[in-house]
């Protein structure tokens, strides 16, 4: 039986969907309308077990055994199959998330597939390190590197992307000769178990990809982390859980990357083509209802065009349409949950106590009884707070952005670099000077000018400060995902 004909989510462990000894259950609920979309099997700590030695068996069986170009190869055939089984992926993403059609069939599941493709031509074109040394009899010695793979590698994923985030690191993790265990989120099961499927497809041997369902604390997340035969771990979520993941992983001197919050600003100039900044703002600040870890939550504007700024933003903030995710004109979906819901409205309320100006928004809208135990809410910008405000320090993670005028450069730096993040930064600027002079200066691991979210996938992800530790993507992933030698060879 196919695990996507079941209203069941299932753990997928040694190539094999099974529901796990505990027979325990936890429901997933659509954010459109509250009603249930599946009910996910939780995985045990025996069932995470049972994954975590399958996929070490695995790692010596045939994974292993095949050439690198036969592995790539399968590693593109998965590419491919998410491609041909792209409607299964959208239904699937679209009802955990609730996220619009607009943006899960241009960038959630076009992105999953991508990464297979891309990582399958990065591992197998990849090239060593060579050194010729000289040494004291002149005869030198050639030194040069090669690659293992770690061995199991536990991925645990957050739900704002949920097929893009995982396959981000399931891809280059498969690429590289490792073996995976990964652990969705709760909140969205559904495309990393079709992803079981997938595998068994286009014939990855059984205990390479395991997939185990549950939550972070007692639950499979820290059940994984916690697991000796687990070599290393790549996270993405919470700066909160990736500090408690990465004290598990100490036990062990056990790698980990990190991909965590940020709390991103965005610099608009009086030079900048405002057209282009406003339409680029709203896009920043409201892609995915906000649940990007990108997105910009602050939004520094020279003086001289903040009103103007101000009133053109939430012109086209409120010609964003609400809707469910079929629709093809919807360009704002719910939230992921009315727990998410609760807290973002939480920090909604601490921005008036705090004196901000609600521009527009600030709180759930009217979408009639059909949608009333959804997870909606409205997009949401403020000015007057103080930079001290919760609103303007805390990452909030929802459609909501700050606005805040400067006066200098050295101010827009100043405040944009004035956080415990350092994810992403935004700079609009006609001025090039000023976009060479201003970009080295952010303190993040990514500066976009004139766009946000554009991304070759073979440049570094990630980021700086509390937003972090490593980089994926490309090589940097291919650094991650193996084990290098130096062979030093005298001649
Ligand atoms: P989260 O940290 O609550 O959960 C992420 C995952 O970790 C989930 O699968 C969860 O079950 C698991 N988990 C929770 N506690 C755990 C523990 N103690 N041990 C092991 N696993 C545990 O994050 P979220 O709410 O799912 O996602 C939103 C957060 O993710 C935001 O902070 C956002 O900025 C961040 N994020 C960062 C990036 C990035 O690339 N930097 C990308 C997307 C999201
Ligand atoms: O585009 C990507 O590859 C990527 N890692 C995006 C992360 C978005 C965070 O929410």
Known sequence: MLQSALKTTQ????G????????????????????????VAEASEADVDRAVRAAHKALTGTWNTISLGERCDLIRDVANEIGRRFEDFLAAEMADTGKPHSLASVIDIPRGAANFRIFSDIV??????????????????????VRKPKGVIGVISPWNLPLLLMTWKVAPALACGNTVVAKPSEETPSTTALLGEVMNTVGIPAGVFNVVHGFGPGSAGEFLTKHPLVNAITFTG???????????????????????????????????????????????????????????????????????????????????????????????????????RDKVLSYYRA??????????????????????????????????????????????????????????????????NDTQYGLAAVIWTENLGRAH???????????????????????????????????????????????????????
Not at 11 to 14: G, M, R, T
Not at 130 to 140: C, F, N, R, S, W
Not at 254 to 267: F, H, Q, T, V, Y
Not at 395 to 401: A, D, M, R, T, V
Request: glycine letters at 10%; proline letters at 4%; a negative charge.
């Open 351 to 416: 921005a008036v106590e705090d004196g901000a100006t609600v521009v527009t928004g600030g709180g759930v809208p009217e979408l009639g009884d059909t949608f009333g135990e959804g997870a909606w809410i409205q997009p949401t910008i403020w000015t007057g707070l103080r930079e001290d405000s919760r609103v303007v320090r805390e990452e909030i993670f929802g459609p909501c952005c700050h606005i805040q005028p400067f006066d200098t450069e050295e101010d827009a730096v100043r405040m944009a």
């Open 238 to 340: 919470e700066t909160r859980t990736g500090e408690a993941i990465m004290k598990v992983a100490a036990t062990g001197v056990r790698d980990i990357s990190s991909e965590l919050g940020g709390k991103n600003a965005s610099l608009v100039f009086a030079d900048c083509d405002l057209d282009k900044a406003v339409a680029g703002t709203v896009r920043s600040a409201f892609t995915n209802t906000g649940q990007v870890c990108l997105c910009t939550e602050r939004v520094y504007v020279e003086r001289p065009i903040f009103d103007e700024f101000v009133g053109r933003l939430k012109a086209a903030t409120e010609k964003l349409r609400f809707g469910p995710p079929g629709e093809k004109d919807t360009d704002l979906g719910p939230l992921i949950s009315r727990k998410h």
């Open 437 to 491: 002079r201003l970009a080295p200066k952010m303190e993040t691991g990514i500066v976009w000018v004139n766009t946000w979210n554009l991304r070759d996938l073979r440049t570094p992800f990630g980021g700086a400060k509390q937003s972090g530790i490593g980089r994926e993507g490309g090589l940097h992933s291919i650094e991650f995902y193996t084990e290098t030698t130096n062979i030093c060879i005298k001649n």
């Open 16 to 39: 094999e969907f099974c529901s796990g000894s505990s027979q325990k259950f936890f429901d997933n609920l659509s954010p459109v309308d509250g009603s249930l979309v599946s009910r």
């Open 124 to 145: 197998r074109y990849a090239s060593e390190h060579v050194y010729h040394q000289e040494t004291a009899d002149g005869l030198g010695a050639l030194n040069y590197t």
């Open 11 to 14: 753990n997928f462990i040694a």
